[in-house]
Structure formats: C-alpha cells, structure tokens
C-alpha cells in the first residue's frame, strides 16, 4: 500500500517570474496528512491560503499561456511546473510560502524545484495515498487539439505535438508517470515559444521575465542562443506541462490520457471532467477511486500474501476496506485484455459468470483468511445458492465485489455477495466455505 508523502525539512529557492518578471521568494514547509499543495501568500495581510485545486482555478482570460490559482483578487500565476514536480516526486502534501504574485521561472523547467525539494527529502506519512482510477472514458477538444482519458491500471501519458513551423516537427512520446520516469524524462524539459510569438506575447503583458537562458525561442533556423536537452524537448515540455495542470486534481490519477496538440486551456477543461466523474462515481455509494474508506485496504501483492492463486485466476485487483470476519468490499477492473474474452463471445465479449462469481469468492476468501488465526489455510468452495445473473459485464467494467459474512464457525463459513457496477447489482450470490490447512 502506497502511503502519502510531505518534505522531510523546509527549503527555499527564488527567481524571478517568467510573466511578470517580479522578485519572488518561495519557502517550501512539511505539510498534515491530506492537506494537499496550499500557497500562502506571505506579503500580504492575513497571509491569505489559497489551495492547489479546481475551485481556485483562475479563468483563461485572465491567465493566457499558463495555470495560475487564485482567491478573489489575490493571484499565484505559473504554479504548472511546480506542480508537475510535486506529482513527478509523489509529494502529496507541501505548503508552499510565496512572496509575490508568480512562482519563479528558474530555467523554464521543473529541474530548480526537483533539486531543492530532493535535497530537502521526503517523509512517509501515516496515511494511505489517494489516487482516482478513471472508470468511463472522457474526452474533451477544442478545434484541433484533444484529449481521451482512458482506464488503465497506471498512469500513461500519450502526446502529439504539431506545429506548422518548420523547426517544429510532428512528435510523438508515450511514457508511464513513475518518479523514476519524471527525474529521467521530463523534469529538465523547458518551456518554448516561437519567435514570431515573442514580441505579440510581451505586448499583452506576459513574458516579461523570460529570456533565452530560460525559455526556448524557437526562429527559423532552429532554437536561438540556446540548445536542446533533448531532441523532442518541445513535446516533453507539453507533458511536463499537462502533468502539473492534472495534478489541480488533488492527488495522483490511474488513466491513460492520450493528447494531441493540448495546452493549459485543454488540459483544465479535462480537469473539470475527470472530478464531475469522481463527484458522480461518489454517489452511488461505493467510490471508484482507489483510496479506503475504512481500514483494511489492501493491494494486489497484499492479497497474494493471504489467497493461494495467482495469474491468470486471480480475479481480485484490490480489497477497498475490510471488517475482518464481517465485510469486505473488493475491486476487479474488466479490460479486453483478460484472457476469457478471447474464447467467451469474441466477438461481443462478456464475462464469464462463473468468474464473477469466483471473483466474489475470492474477496471473501480474503476477509475469512485475513484473521491471524486463519493465515495459512485455504478456504474451499462447499456449496453456492440462490445464483443470479441481472446485468452482462463487459470490458471497461469496474466491477465491485461486496461481500457480507453470515455463520462464520472455526471450520466453515457462509458469506452473502453482490456484484455491482455503476451501483447496479450484475450479478448475486450465497456462497459456503471450508477452511482447510494448506
């Protein structure tokens, strides 16, 4: 189980910002367990606290070519590096002190923010990480420019970049979000404008801290008074940036999220999506999200621990909170990719029955295994009543397993399970058990 994570000491850097050129200082301090990424604004009276998320989100107009927050007339303009940072690190909780209205430019680039926070480390926290998997696809666009959101069972980023410039060729990246990803592959990646752009973005006010040291000018012969860190720096700048504006979320995602041609207007409008699908999942009254509601959470290398099978039968991905004995609420995520679908219905796909049914069994095979007293027995099948199949399961399913303990007895035990998706019940079932030494 994944926990959260602060700083383990405050840090400090300063600079300048990239559109307003103003001096800024910004202390990094530990942060309380589900804070989340919260700026204060040190110069001003009152110290005004404005957290990292939707509702502070300043509308477009008012923040042309980056992501900026903000409480009424208070702004903190250009947060998308930092915050691409704090995800690429799994920081999870920081509050971030501010002494002007934009967090420095540094070198365009997520790198001055990676080395202050590293030096300054990381701390476990007594808590579990928070992540919201995407269940349904979402999509949004805007003339040319798209974004899918996909299910999957990490975090993938696909971008396509396409400029009609010369010296901006189509390109292509795919990279899975792990920090070990972020520090090799994006964090050093800066930002760019083309030259043509320089001069008109000056004239509306912005980019008056930038310079060729910290932002890439792209002419007509290629990258001014500068050079690449990479050959595609341009299209791991667009991931790099579209990493921070998701991470407005509040915690880390499991999705595929496939682009082409985003920026920050795009990448929001993709924001507010996938939290009206949160809010949604919500009110059925079992979170698809992948954070507990009660103790017991475990994941799928925790659930091998304490269940005899392994793949391709095991049906369990993971147990979303657990009353040993008594309840237990566990997850299996249907893609096409599992096995069945090759032979069950290839050409309309359908889950096996009997697997749901297994599936069931298998979380409540755990909540009877999970008590130290019955570690190291196998918990086999007696006898299964009052089946029913209501709804087809399908690939893309989230199916949620709710299992009810009924005569729980030293050898044997009943348990009652339902099988749900989208808060519907597809499928029910009494199931028996045998507790045996393994």
Do not use: W
């Not at 928070?130 to 949004?140: D, G, L, N």
Request: charged letters at 25%.
């Amino acid at each position: 189980m994944n926990k959260q994570h602060t700083i383990a000491s405050e840090a400090q850097i300063k600079g300048v910002g990239l559109h307003t050129a103003n001096k800024v200082n910004v202390t990094f301090k530990p942060a309380e367990v589900n804070a989340g990424v919260s700026f204060i604004r040190t110069d001003l009276p009152d110290r005004p606290i404005i957290k990292a998320s939707l509702d502070s989100l300043i509308p477009k107009v008012s923040s042309i070519r980056r992501s900026s927050i903000g409480l009424g007339d208070i702004q903190i303009y250009t947060i998308e590096h930092l915050m691409a940072t704090l995800q690429g690190m799994g920081i999870d909780n920081i509050c971030i002190e501010i002494d002007n209205n934009e967090l420095p430019g540094m070198d365009g680039s997520g790198l001055s923010f990676f080395e202050v926070l590293s030096k300054a480390g990381l701390r476990e926290q007594d808590a579990p990480q928070q992540y919201f998997a995407i269940k349904e696809p979402i999509y949004v666009e805007d003339d040319s420019c798209s974004i899918v959101a996909l299910p999957s069972a990490e975090y993938k980023i696909s971008y396509t970049l396409s400029y009609n410039h010369p010296m901006l060729k189509s390109g292509f990246l795919e990279l899975s979000i792990t920090p070990e990803t972020f520090k090799k592959e994006l964090v050093g990646a800066r930002t760019f404008c083309l030259e043509e752009e320089a001069q008109q973005l000056q004239k509306q006010g912005l980019g008056k801290g930038a310079s060729y040291d910290n932002t890439l000018v792209v002419g007509r012969n290629g990258v001014i008074k500068n050079k690449l860190r990479f050959e595609d720096e341009f299209t791991r700048h667009k991931i790099l940036d579209l990493l921070g504006d998701l991470y407005i979320i509040g915690h880390p995602i499991k999705a595929h999220i496939i682009a082409l041609k985003s920026g920050h207007s795009l990448n929001l409008k993709l924001v507010k999506k996938i939290l009206q699908q949160k809010e949604k999942f919500a009110t059925v009254g079992i979170s698809t999200s992948y954070h507990p509601q009660t103790q017991g959470e475990l994941n799928v290398t925790e659930i091998m621990k304490i269940l005899p099978h392994r793949e391709p039968f095991l049906f369990v991905d993971r147990i979303l909170s657990m009353e040993k004995g008594k309840r237990a609420v566990g997850i299996k995520n249907v893609t096409i990719n599992d096995y069945f679908f090759k032979g069950h219905f290839p050409g309309k796909p359908v889950m096996p029955g009997v697997i749901i049914i297994e599936a069931m069994a298998q979380v409540g095979g755990v909540m009877m295994l999970a008590p130290e007293e019955n570690r190291g027995k196998i918990a086999y099948f007696m006898a299964i009543d009052n089946v029913k199949f209501r709804k087809p399961v399908l690939p893309g399913d989230q199916l949620v397993l709710e299992i009810e303990a009924g005569k729980i007895k030293s050898r044997t035990g009943q348990v009652f399970g339902k099988a749900l998706v989208d808060g519907k019940v597809v499928a029910e079932a009494d199931l028996m058990f045998a507790l045996a030494d393994a």
